[in-house]
Each structure stands twice: as C-alpha cells, then as structure tokens.
T-cell receptor, first 109, second 113 residues
Framework: GIQVEQSPPDLILQEGANSTLRCNFSDSVNNLQWFHQNPWGQLINLFYIPSGTKQNGRLSATTVATERYSLLYISSSQTTDSGVYFCAVERGGGFKTIFGAGTRLFVKA | GAGVSQSPSNKVTEKGKDVELRCDPISGHTALYWYRQSLGQGLEFLIYFQGNSAPDKSGLPSDRFSAERTGGSVSTLTIQRTQQEDSAVYLC???????????FGQGTRLTVV
C-alpha cells in the first residue's frame, strides 16, 4: 500500500519562529489533507490540497503531486499551534485515506 | 447535523464485555471512516464505508471488531469480548466522498479495565 512519511517527528519552537513540516508519499494521490490535532484530541482540518498552494492566515501549504510531497508552513508560531500535525492521503478508486505518523510540535512561550 | 457526532465520549468497560460505539456523520456525506488512536500514536485505519459499496474492512484488527452503517448514515462499531489492548480513542470521520475533505468527530475514549 501507499506509504506516508512525515518529518520531522518532533519539533520544538520558540514562539514567533517559523517552521516547515514535510509529508512524502510513495504513490500518486487524488487527495491530500493536513490536520492539526489539538491537545484535547480533536482533529481539525487545515488544508485540502491535492496540488498547488493555499494560504490561511499564518499557515500555508504546498503540494507538488508530481514529486510526491507536500509542505506545511507555519509562520510566527504561537503556543496555540502546539499539537500534532498529520498529513493524510487518498489514492481514489475506493482506496481508504492513509495517515502519516504525524509531527509533534511544541511552541514555547 | 453541523458536525460529526460520536457517542459516548468516554466509555469504561470490563475486560470481556462487548461495547458499541456510535457515529453520526455530517448529513449528506457518503463516505464514513473509523480510525483508532492509541495514546501518543498516529491514526490506525479500521474500516471505510462509501455509499452502497461493500465496506473496506481491511483495517479491522481481529474478528472481535465489526461495524455496520444503516441506511447510509449512522454507523456503529462493535467490539466483542474487549481486551485491555483495545483501550484507545476511536475516531470517526465523514466526507462527501472521494476528492473531498474529511471531517472528524471528537472521538470515543475507550478504557478496558
């Protein structure tokens, strides 16, 4: 099956710093999403981005489908950005959505 | 409803008992997923329903686990003869189908004692 690898596995930032999270996938995909899981466990959609670039406030994401990777950029990080960031992909044709192992982010005040 | 709703939010059960977890997807969503997340771990796929197609059950860890989706809407995940290793958060998600965003419920935290 398709493999989804996220890096780095863990990241500690000082408040105000910028960061880039990466998601590599082993096969072509029809769908790619980034999620943030907050400290209470709720998974929140950040981006639906099978290709191209999107921005939402301090967050932006880019997916280069032909090279099988996606990047999530966090600028001017805040303590509320802490949590786990998951990348999830779907191949289509009835295949299920597969999650990466996540990047655990801690932003210190 | 406005979002994916799961019940109960917490469940403590004795080893060997059966449990049922419920998921109400967003109205109109044809795809429904169940995932399991153990403490500090990623999401483990369990089962996927898409419209009237046969479900993808390839993630169910054992025959003690089963799920059904009635009328293409509400889904129930059943775990029979629960074991301590079944303790986890069980998450449900729904979407309009392929090539669309998936939305998650708040999860059911299952503790088997």
């Amino acid at each position: 099956g398709i493999q989804v690898e996220q890096s780095p596995p863990d990241l500690i930032l000082q408040e105000g710093a910028n960061s880039t999270l990466r998601c590599n996938f082993s096969d072509s995909v029809n769908n790619l999403q980034w999620f943030h899981q907050n400290p209470w466990g709720q998974l929140i959609n950040l981006f639906y981005i099978p290709s191209g670039t999107k921005q939402n406030g301090r967050l932006s994401a880019t997916t280069v489908a032909t090279e099988r990777y996606s990047l999530l950029y966090i600028s001017s990080s805040q303590t509320t950005d802490s949590g786990v960031y998951f990348c999830a992909v779907e191949r289509g044709g009835g295949f299920k959505t597969i999650f990466g192992a996540g990047t655990r982010l801690f932003v210190k005040a | 409803g406005a979002g994916v709703s799961q019940s109960p939010s917490n469940k403590v059960t004795e080893k060997g008992k059966d449990v049922e977890l419920r998921c109400d997807p967003i109205s109109g969503h044809t795809a429904l997923y169940w995932y399991r997340q153990s403490l500090g771990q990623g999401l483990e796929f369990l089962i996927y329903f898409q419209g009237n197609s046969a479900p993808d059950k390839s993630g169910l860890p054992s025959d003690r686990f089963s799920a059904e989706r009635t009328g293409g809407s509400v889904s129930t995940l059943t775990i029979q003869r629960t074991q301590q290793e079944d303790s986890a958060v069980y998450l449900c998600a729904s979407s309009f189908g392929e090539r669309t965003e998936a939305f998650f419920g708040q999860g059911t935290r299952l503790t088997v004692v």
